[in-house]
């Protein structure tokens, strides 16, 4: 399991027309995440990824009569495919913003499928930008990240919200959650994790304690979880505030079958519930594949469970204090056989 790029566009950054290229010695963090998506393979990534862009064209297309003369914001609109979507259902005026150079060949693509005067594309910080309009009737944005929150764009979205959407105005997706659930993988975490104890004789297990750290990014067997799922965090578009993405979700899982747990599985699922013909998909394994994939943290030590065991614990995540696209994210959970406990454990994770 490998850390991938992130999986949405940018709309939160200063203005790459209103300065002189930075040298990489001048470049930060954030430019090096805005710059990342001037590269078309990213966004190829993202478009083949039929799971996210069809369940944004069904939600669109198939509830035209909200789209039909409405203003619409795209936030973070990367090549223009939502924009487009938007239009095509009727909105009066698409208003894409987006920081990454991508926005200059987006417009040559607004323009060659005839919808220029139609969609009018900024770049800039969404912040920053100076829209045509005081306020929007709905806001679409592809937002989310890893673990829903690594590397969003949620906080972007929510300015947006607050400062252009009209009262009753809508969100597409409007709903978003994150899960959980046990996991067995120990081949794999043998391979990427255990590996580093003997390295041709050498002991390398200063690198194990930093691989341990990292959230692995990756497909999952289904097979491969153990418990049942928990829901650790629940996010609705129309009330949630920036201070609300530092949370502390409870989980309390059930072991289904006799084996070893080497880690927890994450993923989420997103809901398009503003719209009269509701879309969802989710992200986790028993479901098609999307680009997200799933995101794995081993435990520092295996444990054999048993059927009926119970695995209790909270998962805290907050963004990294240097870097507020990184998040930091603490494991504190318990393993217990009817009234004993058979283990607990307490881990750091850094997702960067």
Not at 87 to 108: E, F, P, Y
Request: proline share 3%; net charge negative; hydrophobic share 35%.
């Amino acid at each position: 399991m490998s850390q991938q790029k992130p999986s949405k566009s940018a709309a939160s950054a200063a203005p790459a027309d209103a300065a002189a290229p930075k040298t990489i010695e001048e470049m930060s963090a954030a430019d090096y995440y805005f710059d990342s998506y001037s590269h078309f393979g990213i966004h190829e990534e993202m478009l083949k990824d039929e799971v996210r862009t069809m369940s944004y064209r069904n939600a669109i297309l198939h509830n035209k009569h909200l789209f039909k003369n409405k203003v619409v914001l795209d936030v973070g609109c990367g090549t223009g495919i939502l924009s487009m979507f938007a239009s095509q259902a009727g909105a009066k005026l698409v208003i894409g913003v987006d920081m990454s150079n991508i926005i200059h060949t987006a417009r040559q693509i607004v323009k060659d499928n005839g919808f220029e005067g139609k969609i009018v594309l900024l770049q800039g910080k969404m912040e920053e930008v100076v829209l045509p309009v005081d306020k929007v009737d709905i806001i679409i944005s592809e937002w989310m990240g890893y673990f829903l929150l690594y590397e969003s764009m949620l906080d972007t979205v929510l300015y947006a919200r607050d400062k252009y959407l009209v009262p009753n105005g809508l969100i597409f997706p409007d709903r978003t959650t994150i899960h959980i659930a046990g996991l067995e993988d120990s081949e794999y975490k043998e391979d990427k994790i255990n590996y580093w104890d003997n390295v041709y004789g050498f002991n390398y297990s200063t690198i194990k304690q930093k691989a341990l750290r990292e959230p692995l990014v990756d497909t999952v067997d289904p097979k491969a979880e153990i418990t049942n799922h928990a829901t650790i965090m629940d996010i609705d578009l129309y009330k949630v505030t920036v201070e609300d993405l530092a949370f502390k979700g409870n989980f309390s899982l059930s072991v289904r079958r006799d084996d070893y747990l080497n880690g927890f599985v994450c993923w989420f699922d997103t809901w398009f519930n503003g719209s009269h013909k509701p879309v969802y998909f989710s992200t986790g394994a028993h479901h098609k594949y999307t680009h997200w994939k799933q995101t794995v943290f081993y435990t520092k030590e295996d444990q054999a469970v048993r059927t009926g065991d119970a695995i209790q614990g909270t998962v805290t995540c907050k963004p990294n204090a240097k870097n507020r696209r990184d998040l930091d994210i603490d494991f504190d959970w318990k393993l217990t056989r009817g009234d004993k406990l058979i283990y607990s454990e307490e881990q750091s994770y850094h997702m960067c």
